[in-house]
């Protein structure tokens, strides 16, 4: 049969047991993935970016970064403050607790991905990340058109 063997549905399959099998790891720490996602971001970025880039990092409406967001502070991971050049400009920072679980999350990441490619060979890992590089890129263009 082949849809069972179309790519579509075989990405699909395995980007949904990445997403549960990396919200089974993070829920020890009280977070969402997506949580740890802009943590990361924030990390990777110095602890700090205004909202609007954090916003398109996630690829989502503002109104749905800002629930993100406002979890995240209630959770005291985050803090929001006025761009001091700007007053309609909002910065997003680390807090040190969101600092501290930063390490733990990328542990769990990791783990996750130590699982996806257990029993490939670096070679075969490199391949594979290139391969679908080239997928992404090709779905972004065909988007583009």
Known sequence: MFYANALGPMLGRCAH???????????????TSVQTHVLLYLFRHGG????????????????????ILDRMAEKELVV??????????R?????DKGRQQQALFE???????AAMVRG????ETEQFRDLLGRI???LEEDQAT
């Open 17 to 31: 047991l990445v997403r549960s099998g990396m919200e089974a790891r993070l829920s020890r720490y009280e977070v």
């Open 48 to 67: 700090q970016a205004p909202q609007c880039q954090v916003t398109d990092f996630l690829k989502v409406k503002p109104s749905t970064a800002n629930g």
């Open 80 to 89: 929001r403050s006025v761009s001091g050049s700007d007053a309609r400009r």
């Open 91 to 95: 910065l997003i920072t680390l807090t």
């Open 107 to 113: 542990r769990s990441f990791r783990e996750s991905e």
């Open 120 to 123: 490939f060979t670096p070679q």
């Open 136 to 138: 992404i890129r090709n």
